[in-house]
């Protein structure tokens, strides 16, 4: 059964960094766009950042960029989320999503077909 798996949440001083890894399994992901998602508490879930099968195509939210870097590992079947400079306003549960279906970075949530269980953040001021 295909699932993805993140870890790396927690809690941190705003200013800090955080590294997310979300690890794929049960098929393969190497075709596939994955991205990050978040839902702060009480509020919808948002694209973070998108990236290409290969990783060669990025795509961020404008909240984050110049702060978080999306990777792709296809030899190690993950992704990671590096987190820096972090603000009050990125404490969230963070998901990773795969769309098989496409190359490219894809934005829009309901595009997606595998999802993650999420990892929370949380950013102290």
């Known amino acids: 059964q295909a699932q993805l798996v993140e870890s790396g949440g927690g809690l941190v001083q705003a200013g800090g960094s955080l590294r997310l890894s979300c690890e794929a399994s049960?098929?393969?992901?190497?075709?596939?766009?994955m991205a990050w998602f978040r839902q702060p508490p009480g509020k919808e879930r948002d694209l973070v950042a998108a990236?290409?099968?290969?990783?060669?195509?990025?795509y961020y939210a404008d909240s984050v960029k110049d702060r978080f870097t999306i990777i792709k590992n296809n030899a190690e079947s993950t992704i990671f989320l590096q987190m820096g400079n972090l603000k009050t306003e990125d404490k969230a549960v963070y998901y990773c999503?795969?769309?098989?279906?496409?190359?490219?970075?894809?934005?829009?949530?309901?595009?997606?077909?595998?999802w993650g269980q999420g990892t929370q953040v949380i950013v102290s001021s």
């Open positions: 999503a795969a769309d098989i279906h496409k190359w490219e970075p894809t934005l829009a949530a309901g595009d997606y077909d595998y």
């Open positions: 049960g098929r393969s992901f190497i075709t596939a766009s």
């Open positions: 990236i290409s099968w290969n990783g060669g195509k990025t």
